[in-house]
C-alpha cells in the first residue's frame, strides 16, 4: 500500500516563504511524474508545479518564477519551494505521485495541507 505524507504548510504573511514537502512510503518501484496541485473555496483543482523523473518541471502561470519544485529520488520525496506568496495563494496544496509500485502502474494524492497567506 503507497502513502502520500505532506508537510510544511501553514500561515505566512503576503511576501513570505514556506517550503511544502511530500513523502511515498510503501512497496515502490519507480516514480515518473511527482507534482503539487492546489484548490481554493469555490474552486477548480488547479495544477502548481510538476517535475518528471529526468528533472524538467512545468508551472502554473500564477506560480512562474515565484514557485520552484525539486524533488530527490532516494527518498521518494518532493519539494515545493514557495517565495513571494500572495493572499491568491491560499489554499490546500496536495501532493501527487504517478509511479510504479507492487500494485502496478497507479497515480496517487497526499491528504492535502493547508497553506494561508494573510496578513
Known amino acids: 500500500q503507497v502513502q502520500l505524507v505532506e508537510s510544511g504548510g501553514g500561515v505566512v504573511q503576503p511576501g513570505g516563504s514556506l517550503r511544502l514537502s511530500c513523502a511515498a512510503s510503501?512497496?515502490?518501484?519507480?516514480?515518473?511524474?511527482m507534482g503539487w496541485y492546489r484548490q481554493a473555496p469555490g474552486k477548480e483543482r488547479e495544477l502548481v508545479a510538476r517535475?518528471?523523473?529526468?528533472?524538467?518541471?512545468n508551472y502554473g502561470d500564477s506560480v512562474q518564477g515565484r514557485f520552484t519544485i525539486s524533488r530527490d529520488n532516494a527518498k521518494n520525496t518532493v519539494y515545493l519551494q514557495m517565495n513571494s506568496l500572495k493572499p491568491e495563494d491560499t489554499a490546500v496544496y496536495y501532493c501527487?505521485?504517478?509511479?510504479?509500485?507492487?500494485?502496478?502502474?497507479?497515480?496517487?494524492w497526499g491528504q492535502g495541507t493547508q497553506v494561508t497567506v494573510s496578513s
Open positions: 501527487n505521485m504517478f509511479m510504479r509500485s507492487l500494485s502496478g502502474y497507479a497515480n496517487y
Open positions: 510503501g512497496s515502490i518501484f519507480s516514480i515518473d511524474t
Open positions: 517535475i518528471f523523473s529526468g528533472g524538467s518541471a
